[in-house]
């Protein structure tokens, strides 16, 4: 590969803390409810991500804690998620798109130019 061929790409990644410093909404947990909203059970979802059952109901357990709301109704048919988690993933879709659209678009106006030959 010469150096003529070479492309550049602007990355970012968002997430939403509480005051502490946690973590309390990101792409992994984006990731975590939609996989749920799809298959309909926790351990579909884990399977899916390559996650333990454990460490994806402690990343949604904790993101409840941290917003004091619900996020999954659990009953004997699975989990679904409550219309705040459903807000969140729509919401936060939202947020990405706008956010990567910007940083695209600084990138190309500030630095494209000094990284092309």
């Keep these: 590969m010469t150096e003529d061929s070479i492309t550049f790409y602007m990355r970012s990644k968002i997430w939403i803390e509480d005051q502490n410093g946690k973590v309390v909404f990101g ?9 749920v909203e799809r298959l309909g059970s926790l351990q579909a979802a884990a399977k899916e991500l390559k996650m333990s059952y454990r460490a994806i109901w402690g990343r949604i357990t904790a993101t409840e804690k941290r917003i004091g709301k619900p996020l999954l109704i659990k009953d004997s048919q699975g989990s679904r998620l409550t219309p705040l988690a459903e807000a969140l993933l729509k919401q936060f879709r939202r947020i990405r798109v706008i956010v990567e659209s ?9 630095m494209a130019a000094h990284l092309d030959g």
Excluded: K, S
């Design 27 to 35: 792409l992994g947990r984006y990731r975590i409810l939609d996989a």
């Design 102 to 110: 910007e940083a695209n678009d600084a990138f190309d106006d500030l």
